[in-house]
């Protein structure tokens, strides 16, 4: 920059650090201007309420990347956070601070001020490294304000600001005056300042005002020149400035204030990347973390890591590999005119040569590495709400680590350590803290086996402080605001749902509050259709409670008792209904059907009462003509599937429900309650011709003037069906399916679809099996049997 850059601005004795936040080049050159410039004070931009918290980051225990998270007391939800990572410049200065056992100070407005601005007021932290928690802005406010780095980019003839910063900072050498650096962005920022004002930011007057008071203050402390300031590099010009003491204090005069507590938190790279919905101003936290850790031949290295990666995933990625993407790297920033390859060559030459000009591998790369799922860690000692303690040790002793990178997780109930991880996710799902989040599991599906798909994130600590107001422990909050939500709940199914979550959770003593309110909204709730709603969480709450040895005897009772008054009004409740209605009542027959097939058997009744007055319901139901079609259709199937309906009384009903005398619109429903869905319906007709040539003689029947109105139905219920059930029933009717009467003899020759009888040869091949599932010796094991006596020949007997 023309005119040699002072080391520290006139009229001002301080040593004032612009940095861009996040940025390894800024990190490395704030290092090496506190080593030569030693002074006697650290001044940073951040909220000063930081200061009884700053001594922790020189625990052994504190790993970054982590932040200072503020909360105002009364309303925990509103909060911000300050993340540093270890290339920010803001940790280096913290860490060269502590040291050297120089004060280190926080100069940035206080907490107490900025989290009592209201949601539409400008977030009070501009460039600071942390952003106040809730909604941005207006959009028209976002639209006037300037990024400094775009509009240097722009002036220097580059369109990609991370770029522009690659080539003039993080790719340039150590300069031989370690100000100078600093200096230069500190002109270019006066000449923004000069042409932009506040640039869009009007609370960093404010702000700035704040910094310059608490600068005087260090000064008059430690000396005009032995204080250095390390902050924002956008601020730089505002602390240089000459102003009054009095004009600051004007500005900060009536600013609202809340009552605030402040801690560190773990952070991860993920927040710290805009495109994870943090803005703090970097696309690659792992790629600066790795020009920031690299002593040297940064590209070199950072290939090394991708190949080893990509090994990791089975990939075969040589050393050669590596070579040849540096080679290609090299060369595709001397032909772009860069300094040093940045992250755009060196992804280039990995997509070209290690990944084959895929794009998927880079996917991989781009979350693992280039943005990275690292997660800090914050000592013992920091403060933390009780809730949080009482968490961190409930993670400690079963053995379940927060972590940044999504996993899943595989419980086994009948495991004292997983039944215990499982109450935890569960309480704490409760306590709306989403750490986990019930996943379809690859194994067993039975009532012993869970699947949660676990993801730590830094957001986590501000909903467990906001839980902290039901409980110290996360027991007992999650027990008092289920007690809370039973006593405020209006519909029956919230509070069925919030049952099982009780039992889930094994909150044994918010369960009779949550009884009570169960039987009171059921005892006053007449609609059938809540009524349905409410009783599959319930079956599911018994069918667990079994699993956990909870008593739920109570809750048998009441279930058993929706079931009945199910019975009772569903019938009336069906008529009568429009297609929207039947659709929504459909559901509700799947799911009570389901239900019902749960319960136990109630005490003082005969076996399979219950389901048996299900039986007499859902014939009721198949039976009558003012039910929608859809329902009828869908009673008959469920018989059927339960073996209460012969195949020729179902095949009667289809008779009568595709008769010429019924609706083209009425007809195409009941086929879609019958077949419809993912009830294996396409099967159905696939092994039952008679049905399938019964649908097959009303289709080709239909009306033209009917077909278009009965399409849409019919294409909803057969698009349903796996492709190869779509083409084998294809093919059957093609070939002329049997059509109604009595069901053909598969034995016998000339039914398509079907062989002329048992072939003998290809049942043989599954012999083997059958001796493996039977636990029987092998081939190799069996005597070879006697003419008189073939043992092959009787188990192929039996298998078939």
Request: with cysteine.
């Amino acid at each position: 920059m023309p005119g040699a850059a002072p080391a520290r601005p006139a009229g001002s004795g301080s040593l004032l650090l612009g940095v861009r936040h996040h940025g390894p080049g800024s990190a490395r050159a704030v290092q090496a201007a506190l080593d030569a410039a030693a002074p006697s004070a650290v001044l940073i931009e951040g909220p000063p309420e930081g200061d009884a918290l700053v001594s922790l980051a020189g625990d052994a225990q504190m790993r970054p990347p982590v932040a200072l998270l503020a909360h105002a007391v009364d309303d925990p939800g509103r909060a911000a956070f300050w993340p540093l990572a270890e290339f920010s410049p803001e940790w280096v200065a913290i860490r060269w601070a502590l040291t050297h056992d120089v004060p280190v100070r926080f100069i940035d407005l206080p907490a107490t001020h900025s989290l009592a601005f209201t949601d539409g007021d400008e977030t009070p932290h501009g460039e600071t490294p942390g952003s106040e928690a809730g909604p941005d802005p207006d959009a028209s406010a976002r639209a006037l304000r300037i990024d400094p780095l775009a509009v240097l980019a722009e002036a220097a003839g580059y369109d990609d600001a991370e770029r522009w910063w690659e080539d003039v900072v993080e790719h340039r050498g150590a300069a031989t005056d370690p100000f100078a650096p600093f200096a230069a962005v500190g002109e270019a920022m006066t000449a923004l300042r000069e042409e932009y004002g506040d640039g869009g930011h009007p609370r960093d007057l404010v702000r700035e005002a704040y910094m310059r008071i608490q600068l005087r203050a260090a000064r008059k402390e430690f000396g005009d020149d032995r204080v250095a300031v390390v902050c924002g590099a956008w601020h730089v010009p505002a602390l240089g400035a000459k102003t009054t003491a009095t004009a600051d204090r004007a500005l900060l005069k009536g600013l609202p204030k809340v009552k605030s507590e402040m801690t560190w938190v773990p952070w991860t790279h993920h927040r710290l990347a805009r495109h994870s919905g943090y803005g703090a101003g970097i696309d690659s936290p792992g790629w600066y973390g790795h020009l920031f850790g690299a002593p040297d031949r940064p590209v070199e290295r950072w290939m090394t890591k991708v190949a080893g990666l990509l090994r990791e995933e089975d990939l075969p990625i040589s050393s050669a590999h590596v070579i040849e993407a540096v080679r290609l790297a090299e060369t595709l920033a001397t032909m772009r005119g860069r300094p040093l390859a940045g992250l755009t060559e060196t992804t280039d030459a990995i997509r070209a040569v290690m990944c084959d000009g895929s794009d998927v591998p880079l996917g991989l790369i781009r979350d693992r590495l280039i943005v990275g799922d690292v997660l800090g860690e914050v000592p013992d000692s920091a403060p933390a709400v009780p809730l949080q303690r009482d968490l961190t040790r409930l993670q400690r002793s079963l053995r379940l680590k927060p972590e940044a990178l999504e996993r899943e997780l595989d419980l086994d109930l009948r495991k004292e350590t997983d039944a215990g991880r499982s109450r935890m996710l569960h309480r704490l799902r409760l306590l709306g803290i989403g750490w986990g989040e019930p996943a379809t599991g690859r194994g067993s599906t039975g009532t012993f086996r869970e699947s949660w798909r676990l993801r730590w994130e830094p957001e986590l600590y501000v909903r467990v402080a906001e839980a902290g107001v039901w409980g110290t422990t996360v027991l007992s909050a999650a027990t008092a605001k289920a007690e809370s939500r039973a006593v405020a709940a209006t519909a029956l199914a919230d509070v069925t749902a919030l049952a099982e979550q009780c039992l889930l959770a094994e909150l044994t003593d918010a369960l009779p509050v949550v009884m009570k309110a169960l039987a009171d909204r059921a005892a006053l709730d007449a609609d059938v259709a809540h009524l349905a709603q409410a009783l599959p969480a319930l079956a599911r709450s018994l069918r667990y409670g079994d699993v956990r040895s909870t008593d739920t005897a109570a809750l048998g009772e009441v279930a058993a008792g929706l079931a009945e008054r199910i019975c009772v009004g569903l019938p009336p409740a069906c008529a009568g209904l429009d297609a929207d209605g039947a659709a929504g009542m459909r559901e509700h027959l799947d799911s009570v059907h389901t239900a019902i097939g749960l319960l136990p058997d109630t005490p003082g009744r005969p076996a399979g009462d219950l389901p048996g007055r299900w039986g007499a319901v859902l014939r009721k139901l198949a039976a009558r003509d003012t039910v929608p079609g859809v329902i009828r259709g869908r009673s008959a199937r469920l018989l059927l599937d339960d073996g209460r309906l012969p195949e020729d009384e179902a095949a009667r009903l289809m008779g009568l429900a595709l008769s010429p005398a019924t609706p083209p619109a009425d007809a195409a429903a009941w086929i879609e309650g019958f077949v419809g869905g993912a009830s294996g319906g396409g099967m159905l007709l696939v092994h039952d011709e008679r049905l399938l040539g019964l649908v097959d003689t009303w289709l080709t029947g239909v009306p033209d003037g009917s077909f278009t109105d009965v399409l849409p139905l019919l294409r909803r219920t057969f698009s349903a069906y796996e492709p190869g059930v779509r083409r084998t029933l294809g093919e059957l009717v093609r070939r002329g399916p049997a059509g109604g009467g009595a069901r053909p003899d598969r034995s016998e020759a000339g039914i398509p679809g079907f062989g002329a009888g048992i072939d003998e040869t290809r049942a043989d091949a599954v012999l083997p099996v059958v001796r493996l599932l039977l636990g029987g010796p092998t081939d190799r094991d069996l005597p070879q049997p006697s003419p008189e006596h073939d043992d092959d020949n009787d188990l192929a007997g039996a298998a078939r």
